[in-house]
């Protein structure tokens, strides 16, 4: 089976900086990506991760260790439409994506 | 934006009565996927497909059936729908494995009650 783990809930200023956690264990380990997903939309995709290091995409950054089973997603210069649902999902051997629970993170001024 | 489509937007049906959703895609991506999403539980994966009339089940098949005769088009049949299955359903598209994104339909809400 899987097992992907984040937080529920996060909250930060506008202009700083957030890190989404996501820990997970599973087989046939083969990439991770991470979505946003607005309240009523569909998610929509933010970043992919298969080998261990940081991967930067302008204010957003993803690392991964899998040694360690973990991954983070990093926002920096955090603006209010970034009040969103952040998908941590892993991909499987078979080419299937599996996802977390979700972080809902709220920006606040 | 991908061209993945799906019908109906929204859906309030009766229990024990058979519901079908669909999923269209104008993309000839070979993966398609149906995710229910609910409070608490994320999007977790009822059926997949690798190409026409490939299919396999996810981690929440009990209750699913799905059919894929051509490219563009994956199905989702509750056979006999249950308050259960009240939940918002996505669709997913991707052009093959490994690095590819999967884009998202812009979901189903269907109401079993």
């Known amino acids: 089976g899987q097992n992907i783990d984040q937080p529920t809930e996060m909250t930060a200023t506008e202009g700083a900086i957030v890190q989404i956690n996501c820990t997970y264990q599973t087989s046939g380990f083969n990439g991770l990506f991470w979505y946003q997903q607005h309240a009523g939309e569909a998610p929509t995709f933010l970043s992919y991760n298969v080998l261990d290091g940081l991967e930067e995409k302008g204010r957003f950054s993803s690392f991964l260790s899998r040694s360690k089973g973990y991954s983070y997603l990093l926002l920096k210069e955090l603006q209010m439409k970034d009040s969103a649902s952040y998908l941590c999902a892993v991909q499987t051997g078979a080419n299937n994506l599996f996802f977390g629970t979700g972080t809902r993170l709220t920006v606040i001024p | 934006d991908a061209g993945i489509t799906q019908s109906p937007r929204h859906k309030v049906t009766e229990t024990g009565t058979p519901v079908t959703l669909r999923c269209h895609q104008t993309?000839?991506?070979?993966?398609m996927y149906w995710y229910r999403q609910d409070p608490g539980h994320g999007l977790r994966l009822i059926h997949y497909?690798?190409?026409?009339?490939?299919?396999d089940k996810g981690e929440v098949s009990d209750g699913y059936s799905v059919s894929r005769s051509k490219t563009e088009d994956f199905l989702l049949t509750l056979e006999s729908a249950t308050s259960s299955q009240t939940s918002v359903y996505f669709c997913a598209i991707r052009p093959q494995g490994g690095d590819t994104e999967a884009f998202f339909g812009q979901g189903t809400r269907l109401t079993v009650v």
């Open positions: 993309e000839n991506h070979r993966y």
């Open positions: 497909s690798y190409g026409v009339k490939d299919t």
